[in-house]
């Protein structure tokens, strides 16, 4: 299915007042689908597919007057191949368990959000961090939402927020020990996903936004193939 597939339903979107980027030096803004419509897990593949992006409860995708530099990208998962740098990733978490889980419990998931937003967005809109932030950003889902919990042992070391698509998987948000950076444990959430992926017989794993040039978001081109959503169609990046 291509980007431009309708929508057989009505969407009332709403959008922000120009606000500053919290990646460029540009003014932005962002169109937010109906905060009261209940999102299914079909809808939420049909935004997914038109470049909207989940955050929370809400569905958004950015708006801006003179910048388009916010572009969604996918791996097409049958294409890609796990060379040395991921194949050395994988082996060297081999050692962790993952449970798959509709909701988070407990205190050990907020802690660890806690250390990675202080520790690796400092600098961001997201800190500090706190519970409600917690609560609303990572703990709010929609229909197919789900967390892949990372454990050595009995020790949290990664979640990753995930949605399943009717063509694969949303990696909405990953967060994880920051101290343990030898272990590559987002690239690794990435893999991973990558596997459930195939092994749920689907075709992608939706990274959400690339932006050329922000170091925050390289780590996305990276994995090739990479898709991206240009003028309404999805083209393999060159």
């Known amino acids: 299915m291509n980007s431009k597939s309708k929508i057989n339903e009505t969407i009332r979107l709403f959008r922000t007042a120009p606000h500053p980027c919290s990646y460029k030096k540009e003014t932005a803004a962002t169109v937010f689908v109906d905060p009261e419509l209940s999102i299914s897990q079909h809808l939420n593949s049909r935004l997914t597919e038109l470049g909207y992006r989940r955050s929370g409860a809400h569905i958004y995708r950015p708006d801006c007057a003179h910048c388009r530099a916010c572009i969604s990208c996918r791996l097409p998962v049958a294409q890609f191949t796990r ?38 967005h400092s600098d961001g809109d997201m800190y500090p961090a706190t519970l409600e932030q917690f609560d609303a950003f990572i703990r709010s889902k929609t229909e197919g939402g789900q967390y892949f919990c990372f454990y050595l042992e009995e020790e949290l070391l990664a979640v990753a927020v995930s949605d399943i698509l009717d063509t694969g998987l949303s990696a909405v948000y990953t967060f994880f020990d ?15 996903q990558i596997e459930q992926v195939r092994a749920m017989g689907l075709d992608y794993l939706y990274l959400g936004y690339w932006i050329k040039g922000c170091a925050k978001m390289e780590y996305k081109s990276t994995f090739k193939p990479l898709e991206m959503l240009i003028e309404g169609e999805w083209v393999l990046e060159e």
């Open 83 to 120: 060379g040395k740098r991921w194949q050395r990733i994988w082996n060297r978490n081999a050692d962790l368990r993952v449970e798959k889980s509709s909701k988070l419990s407990g205190d050990d998931a907020y802690l660890l959000y806690q250390e990675y937003i202080e520790k690796r």
């Open 178 to 192: 920051p101290q343990l950076e030898k272990r590559s444990l987002g690239n690794f959430a990435i893999l991973w």
